[in-house]
Every structure is written in C-alpha cells, then in structure tokens.
C-alpha cells in the first residue's frame, strides 16, 4: 500500500519550539502526512517517541552532534521500520556520515522549502533514501574508501571472531543486554556470557562495548 492510501504519521523531534510548530503546520497541511507528537530532545524521549510509533522521525541535528547516546539505533529496535530524517544545519560530512552509520535515510537543510520537507517525509516512507547532492558525494567517496573484504571476512581473519560472535557485537552495538540478547537468541544468559568473555580475550578489550568500538574503528562494523 502506498504512503498517499495509508497516511504517514510523523514525530518531530527539535530544540527549536519555533521549528516544532512550523513544521507542524505545514506538514498537518498534507492530506498524506499526520504529526503524532513533537518534542525538544532529552535522553527520555526515546519512550515519548516510541509511544507515538511513528513510521518517521524528523530529528534536528544539533543535539545529535552534541552527544552520543545511540538514540536513533534505540528507536529503531522500538519502532520496526522506522525512518530517520534528520534535518541538518549545514551540509557537514562528518555529522552526516555518522547519522548514516547510526541509521538515518534522509538528510534535508534547514533552508529547505516546506515541499522538500514533506517530498522527503514521503520518500523515506516509501522506502527511497533522501540527501543533498554534495552530500551523497561524500557518501560515495567514503564507501570507496573502504575495505574491499566483507566486514564477516575481515572479523573472521583479522580477529578471529565466530559468526556468533559477529552478531553478539552487532547486538550489543544496538544497545542489547546480556538477558535481552539470549532472550533474542534464545539461549541461557550464560551462553551469552561466555561468548562475550571469549570476545573480550580476542579483541583485547576491557568490557563488551569496547569490543564494539575496537570493531567500529577499525571500520569492521557500522
């Protein structure tokens, strides 16, 4: 079913009390388009948002570039299929790579006009990407830079991890604890235990985000 039939119910989440209530009118002016909530950005709005189940979020880039809270991978396990848009100051390459590491699929400036916004809302929902042209040459000149090896290949041979542990670190990426991972997985909390421990002696780090960093910098995991 397209986005026009069943309508797109949008979470608009921004510092700017301003920018809230503009972007309320102009999208509730959409036949296709429905704000469910907006907010100012703290660490408990994750359930706010999740109530809500959107199916997308605009998120103002400012407190995304001030902290790192995992936020948008969180309300992506919450929500299954959300769409993450964020809509940025500037065309920054730093910021915006690393909103498409954590999951977003739209990048829109804030000088854009109120149609790029809702063509933008529409897109994500239609399961189509959304960025400023000098923005997806950053993204292409990155993923060129990158390892030509699968990320599995590289894990397997350069630290040994199995395929279990590929997912653990995938899993603990995303936010997971132990309980939740062998509830997942389903096997003992133990297992789980055990497998991080071995992790912990392959990579050589100090608890189980660390192992998911080691792999993150070294560009094995995203």
Not at 38 to 57: D, H, I, K, N, T
Not at 175 to 185: F, P, R, V, Y
């Amino acid at each position: 079913m397209s986005s026009a039939a069943c309508g797109i119910d949008v979470f608009l989440l921004a510092e700017n009390r301003l920018l809230r209530e503009a972007l309320t009118r102009i999208l509730n002016k959409k036949i296709d388009i429905r704000v469910v909530g907006s907010a100012p950005f703290f660490p408990e709005v994750v359930g706010q948002v999740a109530e809500a189940a959107p199916r997308v979020l605009l998120f103002d880039c400012m407190p995304f570039a001030l902290a790192d809270l995992g936020f948008i991978p969180e309300l992506r396990r919450l929500i299954p299929g959300l769409k993450v848009v964020l809509i940025g100051m500037e065309p920054d390459r730093s910021i915006f790579l690393r909103a498409v590491r954590e999951g977003i699929v739209g990048y829109v400036l804030k000088d854009a006009s109120a149609l790029e916004v809702a063509a933008a809302v529409r897109a994500v929902a239609n399961n189509e990407a959304v960025c400023p042209p000098s923005l997806c040459l950053h993204l292409f000149d990155y993923v060129s830079q990158q390892p030509r090896e699968l990320p599995s290949f590289q894990l397997r041979q350069q630290l040994g991890l199995t395929r279990r542990e590929q997912q653990l670190v995938k899993m603990i990426g995303q936010g997971l604890t132990n309980k939740e991972i062998a509830s997942q997985l389903n096997v003992a909390e133990q297992t789980v235990k055990n497998h991080v421990h071995r992790m912990l002696r392959k990579v050589g780090a100090s608890d189980r985000l660390a192992v998911v960093e080691v792999c993150r910098t070294q560009g094995w995991v995203s």
